[in-house]
C-alpha cells in the first residue's frame, strides 16, 4: 500500500517503466489472457496495451468528443423530458436509475451508433444486461477472487459477470464492425473512429501529447506518455477486429458505472447543498448564447461546473483504489523497503480523497477548493478519481463531458432538494463493484 503523494508520483509516473500493468483478475495473472475484455486497453499489458493505447487514446480528443456533443445534447434533452412527466406528478425520482437510463442510451449512442429506448423503456435490452454486469452477486464477486482458475470453469465462474451480459454486447459489436468494414460511410461513434484508424492508417489518428489532458500537473508526465507509446505506422499494427469489439466493450463497461454513478452523486450533492446549486444556476444561465445553447467549448471551461463535478469525483471516486504489478524488484525511494518482482501495489485513493491531511474538512462538499485560485493548495497525486501518469483513464473527457451536459440540462431547467426518502448520509453497499448505492431518491421541481 502506497498513500504518500511523492511516493505515488514514482509508481504511477516517474517509473512507470517498472508498474506499467494493472491487475485485472487476480487469479488470472499467470494465465492465457486470450478473451475479449483482456484485449481491452484496460486490461492489456506491457506492449500490447501500448500499441492499443496509442490507438485508442485520440478516440477521446476534445476534437473527437466536440462531434458527439450534439448527440449527447439530443439525449440530455430525452432525459430531460422524462424528468419533465416526473416534476409534473411524484416530484421526486430515483437519481441512481435515471441516471442508469440515461448514461445507457449515450454509450451506446457514442460508442456504436446504436439507439437505446432505456429512458422510456425499462425493459429496454441494452440497459438490462449493462446493468446485469454491475449487479454481480456477493458470492459471485468472492469466487472470482478466491478461486482458482482452473476450478471456476466448473463452478461457470469464468469472470465477476456472466456469459450472457458479454456475450450480449460483444454479439452486437462484431454484428457492427462486419457492417462497417464492408462500408465506405465514416461513422463519429467510437468503433467508428478505431476502424477510421485502421482503414485510412491516418497517424493524425495517433495520440500525441498536446491532446491529452493530465489529472495531475508536473512536466514529467507528458513526457513519460511519449515513452509509452508506439509509432503504430511504423510498425503497421492497427487494431484487429476482435481488438476492435474488445475496445466497444470495454466503452460500455467502464462508461456504464463510472458515468452513471457520478452523474448521480453530483445530482445527490447539489439536492444537499442549495447555495451551491444556486451558484452552479446563475454560472450556466451567464453562459448561454443568443440561440439558447451553451456552445461546446463553452461547457468544458465553466469553472464552476468543473469545481463542482471535480469535488463529486473527490468525494464519490470512481475507483477506490489503483493497482499495479512491479515487473522487477524496486526500492521504494528512500524508504529502505523493496518490492520484489510480481508484486501488487495498491494506493488508496479513496482514503486519500478523505484524509484531512490533505482536504481540510474532507467529509464536507466544498466545490470551491477546486477553483483555479484555490488550485495552489492541491498537493499533486493527492486526486487520483481517473488515476494518473500514463495509464490514467482514457475515457475520462467522455465521462465529464456526458455528466456536465446532462447536468447543465437539469439544473437549468429544475431545482433538486431533498425529501423525507433522501438518505444522508449515503448507505454504501458492502462491497464495491461501481456501483456503491443501490438508489439515491431526490426531490425535483420546475424553476419556470
Not at 160 to 172: A, C, H, P, S
Request: net charge neutral; glycine share 4%.
Amino acid at each position: 500500500m502506497v498513500a504518500e503523494p511523492e511516493l505515488i508520483n514514482h509508481i504511477i509516473v516517474t517509473d512507470f517503466h517498472v508498474f506499467r500493468d494493472r491487475i485485472w483478475k487476480p487469479s488470472d495473472r499467470n494465465t492465457d489472457r486470450n478473451t475479449v475484455v483482456d484485449l481491452s486497453v484496460a486490461a492489456a499489458e506491457g506492449d500490447h496495451w501500448r500499441r492499443v493505447r496509442a490507438v485508442v487514446s485520440p478516440a477521446f480528443t476534445g476534437r473527437k468528443l466536440s462531434k458527439m456533443h450534439a448527440l449527447i445534447n439530443e439525449l440530455s434533452n430525452r432525459m430531460v423530458n422524462a424528468l419533465d412527466v416526473i416534476a409534473k406528478n411524484e416530484g421526486q425520482f430515483d437519481a441512481i436509475d435515471m441516471s442508469e437510463r440515461y448514461v445507457t442510451e449515450v454509450i451506446v449512442a457514442c460508442g456504436f451508433g446504436a439507439k437505446s429506448s432505456a429512458l422510456t423503456d425499462l425493459d429496454d435490452p441494452y440497459l438490462v444486461n449493462a446493468r446485469n454486469i454491475f449487479s454481480t452477486s456477493m458470492f459471485r464477486f468472492l469466487c472470482a477472487h478466491l478461486i482458482p482458475t482452473f476450478l471456476r470453469p466448473f463452478l461457470n465462474i469464468k469472470s465477476l459477470t456472466t456469459d450472457r451480459e458479454t456475450d450480449y454486447f460483444v454479439n452486437i459489436l462484431r454484428q457492427i464492425l462486419t457492417l462497417r468494414l464492408n462500408s465506405d460511410k465514416k461513422f463519429a461513434d467510437f468503433i467508428g473512429l478505431l476502424i477510421t484508424a485502421r482503414k485510412e492508417r491516418d497517424v493524425t489518428l495517433v495520440d500525441n501529447d498536446s491532446q491529452i489532458h493530465y489529472i495531475n500537473s508536473g512536466g514529467e508526465e507528458p513526457s513519460l506518455s511519449r515513452q509509452s507509446s508506439v509509432n503504430i505506422k511504423a510498425v503497421n499494427q492497427w487494431l484487429s477486429d476482435e481488438e476492435i469489439v474488445a475496445q466497444g466493450f470495454m466503452f460500455v463497461g467502464a462508461g456504464f458505472g463510472t458515468t452513471s454513478s457520478t452523474l448521480a452523486f453530483m445530482a445527490y450533492e447539489l439536492a444537499l447543498n442549495p447555495s451551491v446549486q444556486q451558484k452552479l444556476y446563475d454560472e450556466i444561465n451567464g453562459a448561454i448564447d443568443s440561440d439558447g445553447e451553451i456552445p461546446y467549448d463553452v461547457l468544458t471551461r465553466l469553472p464552476y461546473l468543473d469545481a463542482v463535478l471535480s469535488e463529486t469525483l473527490r468525494l464519490h471516486t470512481p475507483a477506490p483504489k489503483l493497482t499495479r504489478i512491479a515487473t522487477r524488484e524496486y526500492k521504494i525511494g528512500d524508504t529502505g523497503i523493496t518490492i520484489p518482482k510480481g508484486m501488487t501495489v495498491e494506493v488508496p485513493v479513496y482514503a486519500i480523497h478523505r484524509s484531512p491531511k490533505y482536504y481540510p474538512n474532507p467529509d464536507q462538499f466544498e466545490p470551491d477548493r477546486f477553483l483555479q485560485e484555490n488550485r495552489h493548495n492541491l498537493i499533486p497525486y493527492t486526486y487520483l478519481p481517473f488515476g494518473g501518469g500514463p495509464r490514467f483513464c482514457v475515457g475520462k473527457r467522455f465521462v465529464l463531458l456526458a455528466v456536465k451536459v446532462a447536468m447543465v440540462m437539469i439544473i437549468r431547467k429544475y431545482r433538486l432538494f431533498r425529501t423525507d426518502n433522501t438518505v444522508s448520509p449515503l448507505i454504501l453497499q458492502k462491497y464495491y463493484r461501481n456501483k456503491m448505492v443501490k438508489s439515491i431518491w431526490l426531490g425535483i421541481e420546475r424553476r419556470y
